[in-house]
T-cell receptor, first 113, second 111 residues
């Protein structure tokens, strides 16, 4: 049972434009959400997180938005750069139960120069 | 450079072999994890150690045996694996309420 879903397997964006990656979750008890970026032959690298007490968190070119009522989060990258081309995973956990992080299936982003 | 170091990077083993994957972190994190990732799939949690004690075992077959010798080291002992166990094995660590930090993984091929 996939509790975290990324329904777009791939996304292509022109350099300089905005990339929007989406993620949905089913467990309303999740209260901590993260985005990871993964290059081939490397482990996932943490990008940005958000707690359920917020609806937006920003770090440089990366902004994560959380809509708790819709059980939806999104990652905005602006402006997109060719080096952003990678697979992006969202993940969720319930802090009270500790260390179980659930990952989405990933979205492969290609930024076209 | 990743702060979680995994060795070896690649491993090919037969179904009768015994091998071990190793993971090391020096960030003082007290939770360490093993994940398995197949192509085009999300990382799947296998085991979690918290303060050197096994806290989560996601119903992993006994041919995978984790060990946490100390707070910085995590091993995964492999024995009598099947070809379908071929995957990328990722180690991660975290502190309370903090993101997972992953290593670069061991690419395992079972022949």
């Amino acid at each position: 049972d996939q509790q975290v879903k990324q329904n777009s397997p791939s996304l292509s964006v022109q350099e300089g434009r905005i990339s929007i990656l989406n993620c949905d979750y089913t467990n309303s008890m999740f209260d901590y959400f993260l985005w990871y970026k993964k290059y081939p032959a490397e482990g996932p690298t943490f990008l940005i997180s958000i707690s359920s007490i917020k609806d937006k968190n920003e770090d440089g070119r990366f902004t994560v938005f959380l809509n708790k009522s819709a059980k939806h989060l999104s990652l905005h990258i602006v402006p997109s750069q060719p080096g952003d081309s990678a697979v992006y995973f969202c993940a969720a956990s319930r802090r009270q139960t500790g260390n179980q992080f659930y990952f989405g299936t990933g979205t492969s982003l290609t930024v076209i120069p | 450079d990743t702060e979680v170091t995994q060795t070896p990077k690649h491993l090919v083993m037969g179904m009768t072999n015994k091998k071990s994957l190793k993971c090391e972190q020096h960030m003082g994190h007290r939770a360490m994890y093993w994940y398995k990732q197949k192509a085009k799939k999300p990382p799947e949690l296998m085991f979690v150690y918290s303060y050197e004690k096994l806290s989560i075992n996601e119903s992993v077959p006994s041919r995978f045996s984790p060990e946490c010798p100390n707070s910085s080291l995590l091993n995964l002992h492999l024995h009598a694996l099947q070809p379908e166990d071929s995957a990328l094995y990722l180690c991660a660590s975290s502190q309370a309420d903090s993101p997972l930090h992953f290593g670069n993984g061991t690419r395992l091929t079972v022949t």
